[in-house]
Nanobody, 123 residues
Framework: VQLQASGGGLVQAGGSLNLSCATAGLAFSRNSVAWFRQAPGKEREFVAALSWYGGRSNYRDSVKGRFTISTDNTKSTAALQMNGLQPEDTAVYYC?????????????????WGQGTQVTVSS
């Protein structure tokens, strides 16, 4: 299984970015995908998760209503649409996949990880 995140960049506060996670080798009917982030000097934190089929989702409270996680089964990709970005959203964002359909916030449930993509929000 391989995951590759892309789409990060520099954006002003209030702006938007769309992160993409290209996947290979996932059994879509059984997997879920998630996004985590890690800011400098801070621990990695959960952002959002989605079961590939079934549509169950989970978001951290601070991004609810601003971020949307989605999957494109035809392209084997997952995405994180981020609107209303704030400086506190600045971090390296990682996509991850679970061997089950869990949408937990617990990083230990996600076996597969991609490399990160940097998101920087200026004030």
């Amino acid at each position: 299984v391989q995951l590759q995140a892309s789409g990060g960049g520099l954006v002003q506060a209030g702006g938007s970015l769309n992160l993409s996670c290209a996947t290979a080798g996932l059994a879509f009917s059984r997997n879920s995908v998630a996004w985590f982030r890690q800011a400098p000097g801070k621990e990695r934190e959960f952002v959002a998760a989605l079961s590939w089929y079934g549509g169950r989702s989970n978001y951290r409270d601070s991004v609810k209503g601003r971020f949307t996680i989605s999957t494109d089964n035809t392209k084997s990709t997952a995405a994180l649409q981020m609107n209303g970005l704030q400086p506190e959203d600045t971090a390296v964002y990682y996509c991850a996949a679970s061997y089950s359909s869990t949408v937990t916030h617990n990083s230990y449930a996600y076996k597969y990880w991609g490399q990160g993509t940097q998101v920087t929000v200026s004030s």
